[in-house]
């Protein structure tokens, strides 16, 4: 046990499984409920871990099933699932930096220019800080338009406002209407600052405050910034085209729109992907050539150190150029006049091989416990889940408890997972004093 709690970053999967037991013996309580009735175990652990987790599947009606105690304690939960693993990754970031040795320590200060060892206080502070502000802005502009564009008392107005800003920001997608913001889709007053709140929460803090302080030279930022900043436009611009193509004519979803209804349901619905969860179109109703856009756009994910999940975007573009520098021969890889270290290399192939065979075996069990459900569909709600996404095509409710209980375990393992494996194998790199002789076997 002494070995195992020498690094506190271990600690970090206990620490949110128990705020999820927690969040679900609250949500089990009568007064939680808008029946005043106890809630099943299975339906309350679902939706505390989606809540932690930051994923906004339900498998209840939200609006019409919790009361406000319920939903505030949604709301909670939410936000301590989003800034809890936000910090939880910043100070991962810097123990293994602690653990690389100082020539290491060195290199990694240098890049990111960002994380020093004595500031850990002031920068969980910004981190906070920059959350609150983002939250507060995307609150005051939904109060507003609440109050002012649709008749709510300044109450409710206030209260759907902080509700769905603490969602959006922390990419959490519950909402309090029974079509999600389906019906907001033409309002870009309601859209709008939920998606950018959705784009800066996901973008990750390390990446965000490089971004912000290096502007006017984009070509000194760190890797790990070029890939997410440059890969996130690279993932949004894809998305919009594809949602647009694929959705222009279909009736049901964007096909019902004027044009420049469709640009803003598209837009917005591209930002809440790739896990956002707000849904703007009904997502049950997408044409079949969309849902591999979508699976792919979630499966990515948003940036490191953030509140979206997937495998992240700089993991997926380090796997591009590992790729690219294959395919063209290279004996290494570089991004921006940068050699990517192998350790690099062979963390992002696990991390993603691990999380599509987690994938396979989620769809697998699924089908096997449901009927009457598409192979495709059903890749989809595990990958939402497994991604933090929380975009649903209605399977989630319709399974049995054992298939939302293997929901809350692809849930668990993909906002604490990557975390804890990508910190487990930096923490425990050695470095051997001989190597054996090389053989290159036959690939292919």
């Known amino acids: 046990m002494r070995r195992f709690l020498r690094h506190p970053v271990r600690l970090v999967p206990f620490g949110f499984l128990a705020v999820i037991l927690l969040g679900t013996g609250l949500l089990m309580l009568p007064w939680a409920t808008n029946e005043h009735r106890y809630t099943p175990f299975v339906t309350a652990l679902f939706t505390a871990t989606s809540a932690v987790s930051v994923t906004g599947m339900a498998v209840v009606d ?152 290096e502007w006017r030279q984009p070509s000194r930022w760190a890797v790990a910034t070029k890939l997410t900043v440059w890969g996130s436009i690279a993932l949004l611009l894809v998305g919009f085209l594809g949602l647009l193509l694929a959705e222009w004519t279909n009736p049901r979803t964007l096909g019902a729109y004027a044009w420049p209804d469709k640009l803003l349901a598209a837009f917005t619905q591209d930002a809440f992907i790739r896990t956002g969860g707000f849904n703007v179109v009904p997502t049950d109703a997408l044409d079949e050539e969309t849902y591999p856009l979508m699976i792919a756009l979630m499966f990515i994910g948003g940036g490191s150190a953030s509140t979206a999940g997937g495998i992240k975007v700089a993991t997926f573009f380090l796997l591009a150029f590992v790729i690219w520098a294959e395919i063209r021969g290279e004996p290494d890889v570089t991004i921006g006049r940068r050699r990517v270290a192998n350790a690099s290399q062979r963390q ?97």
């Open 348 to 444: 992002a192939i696990t991390l993603v091989l691990i999380s599509v065979v987690l994938l396979a075996i989620g769809t697998v069990t699924l089908i096997l416990m449901t009927e009457n459900t598409r192979a495709l569909q059903t890749l989809f709600e595990v990958t939402s889940a497994f991604t933090t996404t929380g975009l649903s095509v209605g399977i989630a409710p319709a399974l049995p408890e054992s298939g939302q209980l293997a929901l809350v375990v692809l849930m668990y393992i993909g906002r604490v997972g990557p975390l804890t494996l990508g910190s487990a194998i930096a923490l425990n790199t050695r470095r051997r004093l001989y190597r054996y002789p090389e053989e290159q076997p036959i690939v292919g």
């Open 62 to 213: 939200t609006p019409d099933y919790w009361n406000p105690f319920g939903l505030a304690m949604i709301t909670v939960l939410t936000q301590i699932g989003g800034i809890g693993i936000v910090t939880g990754a910043t100070l991962v970031i810097l123990l293994v930096a602690r653990q690389l040795g100082l020539r290491n320590r060195l290199l990694v200060q240098a890049e990111t220019q960002e994380f020093g060892f004595g500031d850990v206080r002031r920068l969980l502070l910004r981190i906070a800080a920059t959350a609150l502000v983002c939250e507060a802005v995307i609150t005051v502009i939904l109060t507003l338009r609440f109050h002012f564009g649709y008749d709510y008392s300044l109450g409710r107005a206030l209260w759907h406002g902080v509700f769905h800003a603490v969602q959006g920001f922390n990419n959490g997608g519950f909402a309090l209407y029974p079509d999600n913001l389906v019906g907001f889709a033409k309002d870009g007053w309601i859209t709008l600052p939920l998606a950018l709140g959705a784009i800066i929460g996901g973008l990750g803090f390390p990446a965000l405050f490089e971004a912000v302080r």
